[in-house]
């Protein structure tokens, strides 16, 4: 071994040193970064946090059970609605809650708990929709019939009226 191959030798592992020196360096400063400077993670361990977190779902559940009453009256005004009725008032106060339940999730639309408030809204909605028009198809069905009986009698009496003339 020669004076040069033993330099490079050395020169390589205090190479590699300052490279591994420098890499936990490195990487002791970005996860003090990034676990330090990033508030959920110093919040998880305290008692605040978790306090806070129980608020909230004592809070849903209060607004559910709140909500439960418009609901039910909700499905009961819906399944006793009679489109062929014009009663104005009723669809409006349907409506109304139909959008009491959607402004629920609206305002507070960052907790995704309450997007079933929204999705009982969307379904109920489509429910009323759904029973309107399947009166109209139903009335119009009606009337398509008697018009139909009007014309096979009024084809028949015209049968009739023309064969008495024929003879």
């Known amino acids: 071994m020669n004076k040069n191959d033993t330099m490079a030798q050395k020169e390589k592992v ?6 591994v020196i420098l890499f936990l360096l490195i990487t002791v400063v970005c996860c003090l970064a990034i676990f330090l400077n990033n508030s ?16 909230r ?11 439960a009453a418009t609901i039910d009256l909700l499905y009961k005004k819906i399944n006793e609605h009679n489109p062929g009725v014009l009663a104005i008032y009723e669809e ?7 959008n009491d339940l959607r402004d629920m999730y609206e305002r507070k639309s960052i907790d995704t708990r309450y997007k079933s408030f929204l999705h009982i809204a969307d379904f109920y909605y489509i429910w009323y929709a759904d029973k309107r028009t399947l009166w109209t198809l139903n009335n ?14 009024g084809l028949a009496t015209k049968k009739d009226d023309f064969a008495k003339l024929r003879r």
């Open 14 to 19: 205090m190479g590699f040193g300052y490279v």
């Open 140 to 153: 119009n069905i009606d009337i398509f019939t008697k018009n139909i009986e009007e014309c096979e009698l």
């Open 57 to 67: 779902i004592s809070e849903y559940r209060n607004d559910q059970k709140q909500y």
């Open 40 to 55: 959920n993670f110093g919040s998880i361990g305290r008692k605040d946090y978790f306090v806070d977190k129980m608020k």
């Open 92 to 98: 409006d106060n349907i409506k109304f809650l139909l």
